[in-house]
């Protein structure tokens, strides 16, 4: 009896589908947030970001084939990552037409979070099945090492930019760029260090 591929499982198959699609979404979300970026810093950051997600869909296609598989097969969860990401980018479009440049740059920071929560989760994931080894979970572990390290950086970075932005639309100190930033945090422990630290920053 032939031994069954590990991406045929039906769960890791799916969660490779949504990984994709999460990153085709996040080069719209952060096509639509430099729109509405005013922080020079904040512009660069998330210009870079923009490049980086486009490299990481290039990864995971590359994953695809591969594997022998097809990269724009769909799926009913692959649907809503779709969907989830075109609200992400109606949401910012709709904060730029209000007008107001300071709170679209804010709306903007929220949904680069919110995607970058849900990539972020994906490459944890295909780290653990990765972990399972054989061909393929080389395959995905050395994807996972090309992506990991930005996608942290992407999350935790981009969290500290909207805590601050809201303080700043509070009308309260607020450190510009953010700790994270300049901590060059890497890690969830690094983030909350750094948050930590923002009142001497102040």
Known sequence: MARSSLTDQ???HELLLQALETEQGGIQVY???LGAAQNEDLVQEWQE???QTRRHEQILVRVFEDLGKDPDESSPGREVVASLGQSLVTAIEMAVANGDPAAAE???AECVVLAETKDHQNWELIGQVAAKGGK???LLQQAHSE???EEDHHLYHTKGWARELWMQSLGLPAVLP????RKHVETAIGAARAEQERKRML
């Open 178 to 181: 953010p700790p994270e930033e």
């Open 31 to 33: 096509t639509a947030a």
């Open 147 to 149: 992506v990991e390290k």
């Open 106 to 108: 804010l709306v903007a």
């Open 136 to 138: 393929e979970g080389k």
């Open 10 to 12: 039906p769960g890791i």
């Open 49 to 51: 970001y923009l490049e």
